[in-house]
């Protein structure tokens, strides 16, 4: 009887031990998990963003590329006046009319066509690269009037 109860107790302090064992090293396998570098694993690579979640406003639509054109004034003061108001290496001076009224004969079309291609001494479209072929001609209409 004696023998029964001891054994008895002693499984119980045995289950009693596994248990409390069982109990806390759950508690500090839990604790010792690094739930950041846990949520980096398993986050989803992509991520979706609701309506509300950020400033919608602040992802823009590319800006369309509206390059304003300048004016024949514009073009001729930065970059044809360099060559054209004094007349180096003999180009045609602006406003003269002796130097453009054989040239204005030609037509606009050729002038414009002769100022892309660069003509004698002047270099294609008398070094105004960024220029549109309008921009080229507005300056030409701007020093021949
Ligand atoms: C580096 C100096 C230089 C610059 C800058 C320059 N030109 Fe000239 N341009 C000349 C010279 C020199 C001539 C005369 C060429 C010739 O007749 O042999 C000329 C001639 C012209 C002619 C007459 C061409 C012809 O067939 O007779 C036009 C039009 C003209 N330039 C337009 C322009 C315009 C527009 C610009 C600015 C975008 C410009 N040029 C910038 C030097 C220049």
Known sequence: MYFKNSVAAI???????IGVDAF????????????????DRIRP??????EGDIDVNVIKAPVAVTT????????????????????????PKFGVKVDWAP???R????LVKVTISGVGAM??????????????????????K
Request: proline fraction near 2%.
């Open 123 to 144: 270099p294609p479209k008398g070094t105004c690269m960024t220029c549109s072929d309008d921009e080229l001609k507005a300056a030409i209409e701007h020093m021949t």
């Open 24 to 39: 806390f090293s759950r508690l500090i396998k839990i604790n010792s998990v690094d739930t950041s570098t846990l949520e």
């Open 11 to 17: 499984i119980i302090i045995i289950i009693i031990i």
């Open 107 to 110: 037509g606009m079309a050729d």
């Open 68 to 91: 304003k054109s300048r004016s024949g004034e514009e073009v001729y003061t930065s970059v044809c006046a360099s060559c054209h108001s004094i007349g180096v290496a003999g180009a």
């Open 103 to 105: 040239r204005i004969k």
């Open 45 to 50: 690579l992509g991520q979706v963003y609701l």
